[in-house]
Nanobody
């Protein structure tokens, strides 16, 4: 059973930064895609960033390009989301995700991902 535990959320002023972490357990980490979704109140979940295990492909939501960076430490089984220049519209619950099935790279699809963390709240004040 795969478990994902997020941390690092909190309250920050607009223009500030936060780094989210997601620790994975339950299986080999390095060979699987990882990503981050978010869900704001009243809105659907949307993928923020994702990458393949070998860095061969990386996806970013258009609105976060140039501000957010996804990275991973396979030895620590941890994936990170560095968020800079935060905006009030970035306020959401952020979820860590991973996938273990083979298949075409489709990170923007909710159904692409097999496991979800519990989420961590990020609030950006104006």
């Amino acid at each position: 059973q795969v478990q994902l535990v997020e941390s690092g959320g909190g309250l920050v002023q607009a223009g500030g930064s936060l780094r989210l972490s997601c620790a994975a357990s339950g299986r080999t980490f390095s060979s699987y895609p990882m990503g981050w979704f978010r869900q704001a109140p009243g809105k659907e979940r949307e993928v923020v960033a994702a990458n393949l295990w070998n860095g061969g492909a990386t996806y970013y939501l258009d609105s976060v390009k140039g501000r957010f960076t996804i990275s991973r430490d396979n030895a620590k089984k941890t994936v990170y989301l560095q968020m800079n220049s935060l905006k009030p519209e970035d306020t959401a619950v952020y979820f860590c995700v991973t996938r273990e099935r083979a298949g075409r790279w489709s990170p923007e699809s909710y159904n692409y991902w097999d496991y979800w963390g519990q989420g961590t709240q990020v609030t950006v004040s104006s």
